[in-house]
């Protein structure tokens, strides 16, 4: 079956270095998969490449078919009609997403009028509907309310709802849950995965928390320094993780660490894109790198047939 979403060696410079770098990932239709990984792994940068949204200085290199068109040099014309109808984002803060100079009703009503044929009135009756479907409480009366009159969690089921009013084919979903408290994120998350499926719609999902991943995701890719290092299916990337990195990041968290034990840490940080090591990025932070580790970039091993890790010690000859 050929993916919805096909990202194929896709590298993306800032002109001080890859943010990142030979980078192939595919989305099917209706599959929701995680993207995680430390702040400054490229994440956003790789959502922002799918819509379109790099600055004008960024140099490209690489292909992004989605449903088989090109998006990379894509017409800004076909591109617009493009966005909000099939493709789709949820942003990281709602708030600095919703306009505060208008109400919620007129906002979800100008994408769905900007898009569509159609009057006020029938506008009104799809935001509605979609207000409640998303768990946002007396939808009728959120019309006529500025966000800022909004809590978190409700501007955020908004955000939800503006992203999907169209039915897109698919959500590009950045961090939308991380100013949310736990409770609050719960709540989000399920309505989101119940929407999501209910749909059909596909999501790339993007967080640095691997908690909130393993509530949504059917499969997860782990990002380091602008590439992939690890891809699986959410219950084999938690029960077995392969990558030392991942391994890394699972202990590191109180969800998935043993219990009664310090957390683990990672020392040091992502390396900066003009500075990065040679052969393996993490090399400088893993606890098992060996001499042939900063000699070539590892190689992306197939340890199963839907499986892939980016390690020496993963690679057959090993």
Known sequence: M???LEIRS???DYGY????????ITVSAGEIVGLVGESGCGKTTLGWSVLGLLPRSARVDGSILFDGTELIGLQARKRRKLLGVRLSLIPQAAMA??????????????IILTHQRGGRAGADARTVGR????????PEARLRAFPHELS???RQRVATAAAMILNPSMLIADEPTSSLDVTIQAQVLGVLRS???????AVMFITHDLGVVAQISDRIAVMYAGEIVEEASAQELFEDPKHPY?????????????????????????????QRPGGCSFEPRCPVAIPLCQEDRPPWVAVESDRHVRCVHCAPNH
């Open 10 to 12: 896709l590298s993306v």
């Open 246 to 274: 991942t391994k890394k990041l699972l202990a590191a968290h109180p969800g998935f660490s043993n219990k009664g034990q310090r957390l683990a840490t990672i020392p040091g940080s992502v390396p900066d894109p003009a």
């Open 2 to 4: 050929t993916p919805l």
């Open 152 to 154: 978190g969690g409700t």
């Open 195 to 201: 929407v999501i499926l209910e749909h059909g719609t």
């Open 17 to 24: 270095g890859a943010v990142i770098r030979d980078l192939s």
């Open 97 to 110: 997403s919703l306009d505060p100079m208008f109400t919620v009703g007129h906002q979800i009503r100008e």
């Open 131 to 138: 207000l409640r479907e998303v768990g946002v409480a007396a």
